[in-house]
C-alpha cells in the first residue's frame, strides 16, 4: 500500500506563486509516475503535471509556463511550483502516483487564488 500527504496549499493573490509538496510512503516501485491533478466543485479531475522517475515532464496547456513539477526520488516525494496564479487556477489539488496498474491519490489540497 501506498500514501500519498500532500502539503503547501493556501491562499494567494493573483500573480503569487505557491509551492505545492507531496511525500509518498509504503511499497513503492522504482518504476513509476508522479503528477498533480487539480479539481473545482462540479467538475472533472484534470490533469496539471507529471513527471516521470527519470525526469520527464508533461503539463497542461494552461499552466506550461507558469507551474513547474520536480521531484527527489530519494524522498519519494514530488513538488508543484505554482509562479504567476490566476483566479483560475483556484482548485483542490491532487497528488497522484502510477506504479504499472495501480493508481493511488493524496487527499488533496486546497488552493484560492484571489483577484
Known amino acids: 500500500q501506498v500514501q500519498l500527504v500532500e502539503s503547501g496549499g493556501g491562499l494567494v493573490q493573483a500573480g503569487g506563486s505557491l509551492r505545492l509538496s507531496c511525500a509518498a510512503s509504503g511499497s513503492i516501485s522504482n518504476t513509476n509516475v508522479m503528477g498533480w491533478y487539480r479539481q473545482v466543485p462540479g467538475k472533472q479531475r484534470d490533469l496539471v503535471a507529471t513527471i516521470t522517475r527519470g525526469g520527464t515532464t508533461n503539463y497542461a496547456d494552461s499552466v506550461q509556463g507558469r507551474f513547474i513539477i520536480s521531484r527527489d526520488n530519494a524522498k519519494n516525494t514530488v513538488y508543484l511550483q505554482m509562479n504567476s496564479l490566476k483566479p483560475e487556477d483556484t482548485a483542490v489539488y491532487y497528488c497522484?502516483?502510477?506504479?504499472?496498474?495501480?493508481?493511488?491519490w493524496g487527499r488533496g489540497t486546497q488552493v484560492t487564488v484571489s483577484s
Open positions: 497522484k502516483l502510477t506504479s504499472y496498474s495501480l493508481v493511488y
